[in-house]
């Protein structure tokens, strides 16, 4: 990971990663099949965030987004490496357009950090709190998005109030999709 946010995504190189570890780039392709898959291991090295069913869905959903919101704003601390990491991302997006087996690796990742929400979902369309969508990944999206897009884009309010009001809209307009 030091390698990653020392020389960024285009320096990070197996040979770099080689001579850090002392092994071979042979004993990293037994484990990894690309650099691809090296970046993204790195990636997974940031923390999961905990799930916590309190209340209702938007108190659950605004709690969720608020720990991506910190864990993505935050720069002094012990958090500081997992903060670069986290914000190295648009830069992997980037390069998914002329790399194929990126794009594969990152959407795997995604969907394992999207796992959180789907959860939270579920429990409120299993207690009837939120009506079942035809489509759970359109929801994720839609709650993830406006989040994801002024955090990386900067210009929006990502305040615990605003993201309360987002989700609220969000899951006010799930509910009356039938």
């Known amino acids: ?3 990653l946010l020392q020389h ?5 190189t197996l040979d770099r990663v080689a001579a850090a570890a002392s092994v071979s780039k042979a004993t990293i392709y037994r484990r990894w099949r690309s650099r691809e898959e090296v970046v993204l291991a790195a990636l997974g090295a940031i923390p999961e965030i905990r799930v916590e069913i ?18 993505v704003k935050n720069a002094p601390g012990q958090l500081e490496a997992q903060t670069r990491m986290v914000t190295m991302l648009p830069s ?4 998914c357009a002329d790399n194929p087996a990126l794009m594969e690796a990152l959407h795997r990742y995604i969907e394992r950090r999207k796992a959180p929400i ?4 579920d429990h ?12 759970v990944d359109l929801l994720i999206d839609a709650i993830m998005g406006p989040v994801v897009l002024r955090l990386f884009l900067g210009g929006g309010d990502v305040s615990e109030e605003a993201t309360r009001e987002l ?3 969000v899951v006010s307009g799930a509910n009356s999709h039938k």
């Open 92 to 95: 992997l997006v980037a390069q």
């Open 1 to 3: 990971m030091l390698i």
């Open 118 to 121: 789907r959860e939270i979902l």
């Open 8 to 12: 960024g995504l285009q320096g990070f």
């Open 167 to 169: 989700i609220r809209l």
């Open 54 to 71: 309190k209340g209702d869905a938007v108190e659950s959903l605004t709690g969720f987004i608020q720990q991506f919101v910190n864990l």
């Open 124 to 135: 409120a369309i299993a207690s009837g709190e939120i009506l079942a969508p035809q489509n």
